[in-house]
T-cell receptor, first 111, second 114 residues
Framework: DAKTTQPPSMDCAEGRAANLPCNHS???????VYWYRQIHSQGPQYIIH???NNETNEMASLIITEDRKSSTLILPHATLRDTAVYYC????????????FGPGTRLSVLP | SQTIHQWPATLVQPVGSPLSLECTVE??????LYWYRQAAGRGLQLLFY??????ISSEVPQNLSASRPQDRQFILSSKKLLLSDSGFYLC?????????????FGPGTRLTVT
């Protein structure tokens, strides 16, 4: 799997958009970008994934650059409950492969 | 909707004692099942995965083992725990077959070996 680079921590004001960047410059053409988050002492929660088109669901938006070497997860209106560690992962779909969780970005939403 | 259960939520065990953690999934059939471990402040490490009853693949050699006695049941075991087995154990599932992308995680079991 390609490796990803994320900032170790970020702050965001409550109610504002949180934009979490991820670099994946060695991504292969058949690798997807996934985002998960982990709130303290809980299991990781799936957020969104995409291949090359921008994606949006009820939780977030995923913006992938045209060259696919980076992406941004957008939480449009961050709340205190969005405080968590956010993981950006790239992988080829294969049921035998695990999700390689790096250190992620610790997002702190401030009141 | 699908749900995944793990128990117990927390466990404190002495070194050398046995271990059995259980994971069950509801609301789906023939899922792929996974066991991960997360050490304090670290990322997740895949331990085992299963694509069907009795089919277990191990990713990391260790004193742990896994079994899948039923379609939606996944068990993590050890005959003798080590101090290094302490950690946060997570079970996950994904839809079976090649058209599944995301894994969904359970609430986890926090194991402390003393």
């Amino acid at each position: 799997d390609a490796k990803t680079t994320q900032p170790p921590s970020m702050d965001c004001a409550e109610g504002r958009a949180a934009n979490l960047p991820c670099n994946h410059s060695t991504i292969s053409g058949n690798e997807y970008v996934y985002w998960y988050r982990q709130i303290h002492s809980q299991g990781p929660q799936y957020i969104i994934h995409g291949l090359k088109n921008n994606e949006t669901n009820e939780m977030a938006s995923l913006i992938i650059t045209e060259d696919r070497k980076s992406s941004t997860l957008i939480l449009p209106h961050a709340t205190l409950r969005d405080t968590a560690v956010y993981y950006c992962i790239v992988r080829v779909y294969n049921y035998g492969q695990n999700f390689v969780f790096g250190p992620g970005t610790r997002l702190s939403v401030l009141p | 909707s699908q749900t995944i259960h793990q128990w117990p939520a927390t466990l404190v065990q002495p070194v050398g004692s046995p271990l059995s953690l259980e994971c069950t999934v509801e609301g789906t059939s023939n899922p792929n099942l996974y066991w991960y471990r997360q050490a304090a402040g670290r990322g997740l490490q895949l331990l085992f995965y299963s694509v069907g009853i009795g089919q277990i693949s191990s990713e990391v050699p260790q004193n742990l083992s896994a079994s899948r006695p039923q379609d939606r049941q996944f068990i993590l075991s050890s005959k003798k725990l080590l101090l290094s087995d302490s950690g946060f154990y997570l079970c996950a599932w994904s839809r079976g077959g090649r058209n599944s992308y995301e894994q969904y995680f359970g609430p986890g079991t926090r194991l402390t070996v003393t």
